[in-house]
């Protein structure tokens, strides 16, 4: 009789941690996907600052101002600023939508 008890009682704690441990592995199945997503979102940003910093150049040199010095890159800075807050805005915007 007391063995059934303390079978029983070792069920319920293996069940326990069970259930304790699948809800850690997926937090970390979770922090996980994250990392991978932001390489992944990394890797973009890598491809459109290449892109964005071409199309700079195009738009600073269609304005007839100098290709080099502090004034491009200020220039530059500005433009990808403006180009990246409206496509956080809008993605807000996006994200919010339900």
């Known amino acids: 009789?007391?063995?059934?008890?303390?079978?029983?009682?070792?069920?319920?704690?293996?069940k326990?941690?069970?259930k304790e441990?699948?809800?850690f592995i997926l937090k970390v199945r979770k922090n996980i996907a994250t990392a991978i997503i932001a390489a992944?979102?990394?890797v973009m940003a890598l491809v459109w600052r290449d892109a964005i910093k071409d199309?700079?150049?195009?738009?600073?040199?269609?304005l007839g101002i100098p290709?080099?010095?502090y004034l491009f890159t200020i220039i530059a800075?500005?433009?990808?600023?403006l180009f990246c807050v409206i496509g956080?805005?809008?993605f807000s915007r996006w994200a919010e939508k339900k």
């Open 77 to 81: 800075a500005v433009l990808v600023t």
């Open 1 to 14: 009789m007391k063995k059934n008890k303390v079978l029983k009682k070792a069920r319920r704690k293996l």
């Open 55 to 62: 199309g700079v150049s195009k738009i600073v040199q269609f």
């Open 67 to 69: 290709n080099e010095g």
């Open 16 to 18: 326990k941690v069970k």
């Open 40 to 42: 992944f979102a990394f």
């Open 88 to 90: 956080i805005i809008l």
């Open 21 to 23: 441990t699948s809800g």
